[in-house]
C-alpha cells in the first residue's frame, strides 16, 4: 500500500511540475525546487531514488499526458485517503491552490513581463495575464466549461444567458467554520478584510476565505490612486476582470469614477468597464471594497442603437440619447474623455436629487437615499463613449424587495439584485435552475401538472404560458411527439427563460418604455443642468 500510495505522490508532483513546465510557468532550473515544495504541501517524504528532475523528464516523455484535472484530483484523492486533506471541497480547493502556487511565477515576475508586453501592445499584455491566470489554475478552466450558456433573441437585441455552475456551493464544513469565527472574533476584522483586498495577494486560505497563492495583481494608477487589475476567477465573460482599490473603503459614484473608468480603457482600449451602483439592491454583492469590472467582450447593451437623440446644453460636442434598451439609458460619446466626465457628473448630479412620484422615483425617504447609477466605459474607435445607467432602490409593501427590481413572478428564474453584468444584458442565473429545468423537462414530458410536484411547483404558472405558446407540449398532444421534438423542448425551456430575463431588465427600468415612462424620462432629462 505504502509503494502504491509512494507512487501516486511522486507520479503526480512529477506530472504537475511537468505540466508547470510546459506552460511556461516555471524554468527547467525550478524543477527541483517546485517538487520539494509540492512534497512538503503534500506531507510526503519521498525514497532516496526520487530524483526530480528524472521523474520530470520521464513524465514529459509519457503518452498520453494527462491534464491539469486529473492531475490534481489523483494527488487530492491521495491527500484525502492519507488524511492530509479533508474531503470537503473547500479543503480541497486550499491544497490544490497550494499546489500550484508552487509553480506560479512571483508577482514581481508578472507585474515585470506584463508592462513588457503592453510595450508591444494593451491587448499582448492583457493576453499574458489572462494565459496565466487559467495556466496557474486560478482560473479552473475546467469547472468554467460545466456553465451553461446560450443566446436568446429578444426585441433588444441577443441575450447572453448563462446558469454558472463553476462557482462551489457552500461547503457545510466551510459555513459552520465562519460562524465559528465569528462567533471567536466578536467584531473584530477578518484578515484579508474581504476577498477584493490586495491582501488577498498569496493568502493561505481558510475554509471559509478562498486560497489566494495563484491570484496576481497589476498595479495601476487611476485618477492619480492605485489601483490593481486581475482577473475573476469564475469569468462570467472573456477576459472578466476586475480593477479594485488599493484601499478598503465602501463603493461609490462620483466624478472620479468616470474619471477611472475612462483612464481604464483609454489605456486598455479593447476591453470595456463599469462599476456596479453604490446603493443596497441595485448594487453587487460587494458594497464594502470600491471596485470595477471589465473584459474583451462585447454585450448586448454595446449592440443597442439609440431610441431618440438627445442635446445638453453647452455640450455639442457630446452626443447623447437614450439606448433602445429595456433599462432606463442615457449614452454619452465623444473625442475628448474630459467633456464625458463633466456632462455625466451633471447627469448624475441632477439624478441624485430627482424625484418624479408619478412614476415611483422618489430621490429619498427619511433621509436615506435611493437615486444612483450603474455607468459602463468603452471605446468606439477612437473615441470615448459612457453609458449612464439610472437606478432606483426604494421599495414599498408591494415590491419588498425594491420597485425597480425583478417582481415577484419572475422570483422562480430570477431573485438576486441586477448588478451591472446583468444589466449589459448577460444573465447570471442561479445553478439550481439547471436541476429544476430538467425536472420541469421530464413532468412536461410526461403530461403531468408542475403545480403537483413540489420540486418545480414555483414554475407552474410560468409553465402554463410556455404551454400555450407552444401547445405541441400540452398534456393532450405530448405523446404524439417524436424523439426529436421531446429533446426539442430543452431549447424551448431555454430560450423562453431567456425571455424571462429580458423581463427582468424591463422591471429594472425606473422609466418604462410606454408613453408615461418616456414622458417622465424627458422630464427628467429636461432637469439637467
Not at 531514488?49 to 503518452?63: D, K, L, M, T
Not at 403530461?447 to 409553465?463: I, L
Not at 431567456?498 to 427600468?509: K, R, T
Request: proline share 6%; with cysteine.
Amino acid at each position: 500500500m505504502e509503494q502504491s500510495t509512494s507512487s501516486a505522490v511522486e507520479r503526480g508532483v512529477a506530472d504537475l511540475v511537468a505540466y508547470a513546465l510546459d506552460r511556461g510557468l516555471i524554468g527547467e532550473d525550478d524543477v527541483t525546487y517546485a517538487a520539494n515544495l509540492m512534497l512538503d504541501a503534500l506531507s510526503w517524504q519521498p525514497a532516496g531514488s526520487f530524483v526530480p528532475r528524472e521523474a520530470v523528464a520521464a513524465a514529459r516523455a509519457r503518452q498520453p499526458r494527462p491534464d491539469l484535472e486529473a492531475i490534481l484530483a489523483a494527488l487530492l484523492d491521495d491527500a484525502v485517503a492519507r488524511g492530509v486533506c479533508d474531503a470537503g471541497v473547500a479543503s480541497r480547493d486550499l491544497l490544490d491552490t497550494r499546489l500550484m502556487g508552487c509553480v506560479t511565477p512571483r508577482p514581481s515576475e508578472v507585474t515585470r513581463e506584463f508592462w513588457r508586453r503592453y510595450e508591444q501592445s494593451p491587448r499582448a499584455a492583457t493576453d499574458y495575464f489572462y494565459r496565466l491566470a487559467q495556466d496557474s489554475d486560478y482560473i479552473r478552466t475546467y469547472r468554467v466549461a460545466r456553465d451553461r450558456k446560450w443566446v436568446t433573441p429578444t426585441r433588444y437585441g441577443d441575450l447572453d444567458i448563462t446558469i454558472n455552475l463553476s462557482k462551489p456551493e457552500k461547503d457545510p464544513k466551510a459555513i459552520a467554520a465562519a460562524l465559528e469565527r465569528q462567533k471567536a472574533g466578536g467584531s473584530a476584522e477578518p484578515y484579508p478584510r474581504c476577498q477584493l483586498c490586495p491582501e488577498n495577494l498569496g493568502y493561505a486560505g481558510r475554509l471559509d476565505h478562498p486560497a489566494r497563492e495563484t491570484i496576481r495583481l497589476i498595479p495601476l494608477t487611476l485618477a492619480g490612486e492605485p489601483w490593481y487589475l486581475q482577473y475573476s476567477p469564475y469569468v462570467y465573460y472573456n477576459e472578466h476582470c476586475i480593477v479594485l482599490s488599493e484601499a478598503h473603503v465602501p463603493m461609490r459614484i462620483d466624478r472620479l469614477t468616470f474619471v477611472r473608468l475612462l483612464e481604464f480603457v483609454e489605456r486598455f482600449p479593447h476591453y470595456t468597464v463599469g462599476s456596479n451602483a453604490d446603493l443596497p439592491i441595485v448594487g453587487g454583492s460587494i458594497l464594502t471594497h470600491e471596485h470595477y469590472q471589465g473584459g474583451h467582450y462585447e454585450f448586448a447593451m454595446a449592440r443597442a442603437g439609440l431610441r431618440e437623440e438627445l442635446a445638453f446644453d453647452g455640450f455639442d460636442d457630446v452626443r447623447a440619447g437614450i439606448v433602445d434598451w429595456p433599462m432606463s439609458v442615457i449614452r454619452l460619446d465623444a473625442e475628448d474623455p474630459a467633456r464625458l466626465v463633466e456632462l455625466a457628473d451633471r447627469v448624475l448630479g441632477a439624478w441624485r436629487g430627482y424625484s418624479d412620484a408619478s412614476v415611483g422615483v422618489l430621490a429619498e425617504t427619511d433621509g436615506t437615499p435611493h437615486n444612483t447609477i450603474t455607468p459602463i466605459a468603452r471605446r468606439r474607435g477612437e473615441g470615448f463613449e459612457l453609458d449612464l445607467v439610472l437606478r432606483n432602490n426604494r421599495t414599498t409593501e408591494q415590491y419588498p424587495l425594491g420597485i425597480f427590481h425583478p417582481h415577484q413572478e419572475l422570483h422562480h428564474i430570477k431573485k438576486e439584485n441586477i448588478g451591472l453584468i446583468e444589466v449589459m444584458g448577460l444573465a447570471v442565473l442561479p445553478a439550481r435552475l439547471l436541476g429544476e429545468m430538467a425536472r420541469l423537462r421530464e413532468v412536461i414530458l410526461a403530461g403531468g401538472d408542475p403545480a403537483a410536484v413540489p420540486e418545480v411547483s414555483s414554475h407552474a404558472p410560468w409553465a402554463a404560458e410556455v404551454l400555450g405558446r407552444h401547445p405541441e407540449y400540452a398534456p393532450q398532444n405530448v405523446g404524439a411527439l417524436d424523439d426529436a421534438g421531446r429533446a426539442a423542448l430543452t431549447g424551448v425551456l431555454e430560450q423562453e427563460i431567456g425571455q424571462v430575463f429580458a423581463q427582468v431588465l424591463e422591471h429594472c427600468a425606473v422609466f418604462a418604455d410606454n408613453d408615461e415612462g418616456r414622458a417622465a424620462f424627458a422630464r427628467f432629462v429636461a432637469s439637467v443642468r
